[in-house]
């Protein structure tokens, strides 16, 4: 499946929206468009009053590029050599009709929703001429590649404000609701510390701590508005799995795992599932295990092809997980792929840099980022993983080069790396927007 670019469409102003007019919103192709990337960037395309967007042939050069990804950049130019840009313009100031594509259906100041909402993963319902997004420019039944592409300016990292408590080998998750949640880890002793972010606001909240306190643990969010927490250890190696309600802000212990083990990774590749891989029990081991939270179960799955400790784990929304690094005697780069519905690991191409207690994160634009670790000094590396191209690419590096870090994209298009060591314990937070490009195609 594509990873798809979600859209949701409003119109200006707080109307009904009468029939003709509802039809009329549906033309998209002969509309402005505002873009949001999902990375904080907002983008207008305009025409110039010819009332129409104008794309080149599928061949051609690509009406929109350059974009500096400043929120609010207009193009106000149909010529493909020469897009002009304007800044800056935020969507109250856009006239009445004006039809906008969010990346949520949540409620927006002015505008009224049209009820249309894009998900790309097919498009067969939409009207010829409507202007698609996609996150790669692979060909698509029904669609017509207009050789246009947005690219937005990112691979950038940016300190925020520090966690309140300072840790190691702590883990990170984000549920869904706009925050990430970093918990336990170990600063002298075993904590289990619980700190809420709100990247909106920049700060970092104290919440109800675990049950058990931990380090080297794993967390992930498997789409239920919960995060779980699992494995560690606190002088054993240890199964337990705890259940966080960031509603309720309760800690709820669940079903322990079928094997104790510290330094594991987990993720949650959408399908209301969550996957605890790899870790160390007296050995370095290849476990795979599915926990079901409706059904309160942990499965044993099939193992991976690489035993190792100290991996990392993500998942970019294209239904499989995967695991990145590790040790199992010397510094690992692998990554192999695991894929749920068939319940087979694939050896992947390997990571550029070698590397254990390192993180892992996808910030919703289809690619995995492995950073941070250690392979005989701390590391601030930062690579990019393309599924599709079965690709790494090195990418600016963190400020801070550190090993045993947390890292958790809470849906804003960004990740957010946290905690760590590097000569002492560390409550550093930083924030990486990625590069995006948007390519658009047309409805046939």
């Known amino acids: 499946m594509k990873t798809p670019f979600r859209i949701t469409c409003f119109m200006f102003a707080l109307t009904l929206i009468s029939p003709a007019a509802r039809s009329q919103t549906r033309a998209i192709g002969a509309q402005t468009i505002v873009l949001d990337d999902g990375s904080g960037h907002l983008t207008t395309l305009q025409n110039a009053g010819t009332g129409a967007i104008t794309f080149p042939a599928a061949t051609g050069t690509a009406v929109i590029s350059g974009n500096t990804g400043t929120s609010g950049q207009v193009l106000t130019s149909n010529s493909p050599a020469a897009p002009t840009w304007q800044n800056p313009l935020s969507a109250t100031g856009l ?66 404000t520090s966690m309140n408590t300072t840790r190691v080998g702590l883990a990170a998750a984000a549920p869904g609701n706009g925050k990430l949640y970093a918990v336990g880890g170990w600063n002298g002793g075993y904590l289990s510390t619980c700190e809420e972010y709100d990247p909106s606001a920049n700060t970092w909240t104290a919440k109800t701590s675990m049950n058990t306190a931990r380090w080297y643990l794993a967390a992930a969010a498997p789409g239920n508005g919960k995060l779980y927490a699992v494995g560690g250890n606190n002088g054993g190696n240890l199964a337990t799995c705890e259940e966080y309600d960031p509603s309720a802000n309760t800690w709820t212990a669940k079903t322990s795992m079928n094997t104790a083990r510290y330094q594991l990774a987990a993720a949650a590749p959408g399908n209301g599932k969550l996957y605890a891989v790899g870790g160390n029990n007296g050995g370095d081991l290849a476990t795979c295990e599915e926990y079901d939270p409706i059904a309160n179960t942990w499965t044993a799955k099939t193992s991976m092809n690489t035993a190792r400790a100290g991996l990392a784990a993500a998942a970019p929304g294209n239904g499989k997980v995967y695991a990145v690094g590790g040790t199992n005697g010397g510094y690992l780069a692998t990554c192999e792929e695991y894929d749920p519905i068939a319940n087979t690991w694939t050896a992947k191409t390997s990571m550029n840099t070698a590397r254990n207690i390192l993180a892992a994160a996808a910030p919703g634009n289809g690619k995995v980022y492995a950073i941070g670790g250690f392979n005989g000094g701390n590391l601030a590396t930062c690579e990019e993983y393309d599924p599709i191209a079965n690709t790494w690419t090195a990418k600016t590096s963190m400020n801070t080069a550190r090993e045993g870090l947390a890292a958790a994209a809470p849906g804003n298009g960004r990740l957010y790396a946290v905690g760590g060591s590097a000569a002492g314990f560390l409550a550093t937070c930083e924030e990486y927007t990625p590069t995006v490009v948007l390519y658009f195609f047309m409805k046939n």
Do not use: E
Not at 107 to 129: A, E, V
């Open 95 to 160: 006239p009445t009709g004006t039809v906008v594509a969010y990346t949520d259906n949540g409620t927006h100041s002015g505008f009224t929703y049209t009820g249309i909402s894009y998900d790309n993963s097919n498009g067969s319902s939409l009207p010829s001429g409507s202007v698609v997004t996609f996150l790669d420019n692979s060909p698509r039944a029904g669609f017509t590649n207009t050789g246009a592409m947005l690219t937005t300016t990112g691979d950038t990292w940016a300190t925020k």
